[in-house]
């Protein structure tokens, strides 16, 4: 036979230091699927020859000179995915840590969550 009781726990702090390990592992994990999907979505994209189409329609259209190319030095624009992913880590690592002292301050203040909590207790029928 299962046994419910309903109990109240009270959220009134959050340790800073636990949340930015947290934070820092899972935008780590954000940042590292950016970079990759964009590197497996250039290779797609480079194989599908859809930037060599873009800079022939350039051409065509007089938009791009006989010897200039669109993509000719791809390190920038990896250089620059990579700096974006660090910021993103960064910031968002930076803000969920400084949103937990914030909360503390503020629970400080209004005493917390209040959060209802279902325990289950099994014991055997005899």
Known sequence: MVKVNR???????IDPWTVLKVTFVLN?????????????????LVNA???????????RLALLDADASLVGNIE??????????????????????IGAFFYN???DLVGGIEVVVLEESYSEVQ
């Open 7 to 13: 109990v109240r726990r009270i959220i009134r702090k």
């Open 28 to 44: 780590f994990i954000v940042a590292l699927t950016i970079v990759l999907g964009f590197s497996i979505l250039w290779v797609l």
């Open 49 to 59: 020859g859809v930037p060599q189409g873009l800079e022939d329609i350039a051409r």
């Open 76 to 97: 920038p624009l990896f250089s620059s995915v990579v700096f974006l992913a660090t910021v993103y880590l960064l910031t968002q690592t930076a803000l969920a840590t």
């Open 105 to 107: 301050l503020v629970s």
